[in-house]
DNA sequence: ATGAAAGCGCTAACAG
DNA sequence: CTGTTAGCGCTTTCAT
């Protein structure tokens, strides 16, 4: 059964494509069709059960009514939550989404975005790895809508969507601070990037605005492409090395994980021995025991504001930059409990 | 700037499209164009940065490279884990994904499937809800590769990957009876779809083979669409009024976060005064404390699976069905501590 | 060894 | 009120 195009149904009515189309795109009025012809083209088109192809009218009106998003990582539950919001938003709207991970390698993501760009999306929702800046300038200075979201160029000027790194980590480590901890370790990922700058200099001044002098042994980086069974090893070694440490705040969601591996196998207690505060928010963080009390992003507020941002800028043929920071949660929970409890 | 395109090219080189169009595609020693020109072509394409229009190359061939994936919820950690594999197994064939979800809604798995349809998919891997029979019984008949996962139609000849839920079920529900606990609950998802039904009859056979009575009222099943604060209070509700359960089996994995909600909430202890198993993995189950014994599906094997059939009948024009099951894995941890132990 | 031309399915300016 | 026609960018048959 091959797919029945306008063309069948012009034949079938006996009418020109023309007017089929001009129906079917709800001109009729408009274009003053009558209405018995109206009814009859209507009525063949769903008894042929006539379906458009996209990819024609894309090809004709250089609009494919997709937004191309691409991500860190499907699987991490971040993305992976950012990208329904997203869906469901652009759903809304009419638009469809096209999902692609870079597991924040810069080739990768500079291939997937050459490969939705041959596929003409119409806007990108971009998470950039740390060299991306270039393609996404290109994106910028061929006019088309793009919002990065999580992390920006700071020598770019670009639409972006992302929460008050600074803030939430001020608030995480002060939180920790506030409970009696003192020598709070940060383990983060060794990345310039300018959300995870930002997570530390959150941290570096929460504690000099506490009088806790900062020692830069006490800050572990670990490389993104570490794998998992490493980091834990890594953060294994880093509280082996520095017992005095007895309060950790984490930069992310993946390497909180791997750091409650590492404290289960160390066997130490939390938050008898040692406090923690993680950035994002997960399953894990909310009913594991102890539940850990964490800097959560208010996800689906950062996927809809995204995708509008885009949806303004396809409408409006505007591409002025717009920064839109949003507000995290402190949200405390067992791990922090006040030290001189224990 | 405006996108180039294979004319501009072939202007500039002063040959015409058709020739551009072979060397770009490869064929140049087939249609034995001169090395020189060739050279000449494919140096300009280069230098004006071309990239090749898919929506066209699409419209012409009739094919996207693109597959669609139709998930119950992409943020739900199983299904964006079946992305991320799905994703990278799909790009090193040359394929894009788009992904969608359902919410397990059958008129939104329907306009989902009409509109990858509408953009041309080359095939669809789908994880349907329980009305989508038709939908993808036209699709079969209407010879598009398509492979059903997690779940099938009994009466319906389809490509499908699945675990052997029956099996994995059996296992998990067998591990409790193994370690001691006798008055088992199983919290299900209610609904008639093969996979949940495959887990309950592996609930009960597992009971009955080791001459446990199967008690209905031990059985609770809640509606896919209930809340997330209305599921804890319900499976609070359940293990108020059978004090008796000793043990609990959840036959997928968001139920048995609410499950671990509710029995935080009521102050019971795992393992002490309850074991659970759960299907489906997560980072909770492997690092919350305790730990849950888990049955846990090889993601990354069904993902690939899914995709490897897919092309495999893109290459080979033959849907014939192939059924591929898969074996689960039983993970023991914390959750299900011998109960005499205790 | 290279090019002209048709056509994939759809839209829209222009004619009438 | 409706039809003719050109064309989006690309591939491919047929001709030369």
Same mark, same amino acid.
């Given at each position: 059964m091959k797919n029945i195009s306008i063309k069948d149904i012009a034949q079938e009515v006996g009418v020109s494509t023309t007017t089929v189309s001009f129906v079917l795109n709800g001109k009729a009025k408009e274009k003053r069709i009558s209405d018995d012809l109206k009814e009859k083209i209507l009525e063949t088109a769903t008894r042929l059960n006539y379906r458009p192809n996209q990819v024609a009218r894309g090809l004709r009106t #250089?609009?494919?009514h997709t937004l191309g998003l691409i991500v860190? &990582? =499907? +699987?991490?539950p971040f993305f992976a939550n950012l990208a329904r919001f997203v869906e469901s938003e652009a759903d809304k709207a009419g638009y469809t989404v096209m999902f692609c991970s870079t597991e924040n390698n810069d080739e990768k993501a500079t291939s997937l975005l050459y490969m939705l760009r041959h596929r003409q999306m119409d806007g990108f929702i971009i998470i950039p790895t740390p060299g991306l800046k270039k393609e996404v300038q290109s994106l910028v200075s061929e006019q088309k809508p793009v919002v990065l979201v999580d992390r920006y160029f700071q020598d770019l000027e670009t639409s972006y969507v992302t929460v008050d790194n600074f803030k939430g980590a001020t608030g995480g480590v002060g939180l920790l601070i506030k409970k009696g901890y003192k020598k709070i370790g940060l383990v983060t990922? &060794? +990345?310039?990037?300018i959300q995870m700058m930002e997570r530390e200099r959150g941290y570096t001044v929460s504690l000099e605005k506490n009088k806790i002098k900062v020692e830069s042994e006490f800050i572990l980086r670990i490389p993104y492409d570490m794998s998992y069974e490493n980091t834990v090893k890594a953060i294994e070694g880093f509280l082996k090395k520095y017992i005095g440490i007895d309060g950790l705040f984490f930069t992310t969601n993946y390497l909180g994980v791997a750091g409650l591996e590492s404290i289960r196998s160390l066997g130490r207690? =939390?938050? #008898?021995e040692i406090g923690v505060v993680c950035f994002d928010d997960s399953d894990l963080f909310r009913l594991g025991s102890p539940s850990i009390s964490v800097v959560a992003q208010p996800i689906r507020a950062i996927g809809e504001k995204a995708v509008d941002l885009i949806i303004d800028m396809l409408a409006s043929k505007k591409m002025d930059p717009q920064k839109v920071v949003i507000e995290p949660m402190i949200i405390e929970r067992e791990s922090t409990s006040n030290k001189v409890m224990q």
């Open positions: #250089g609009q494919t860190e &990582d =499907i +699987s991490n990922v &060794d +990345s310039m990037q207690k =939390i938050p #008898g």
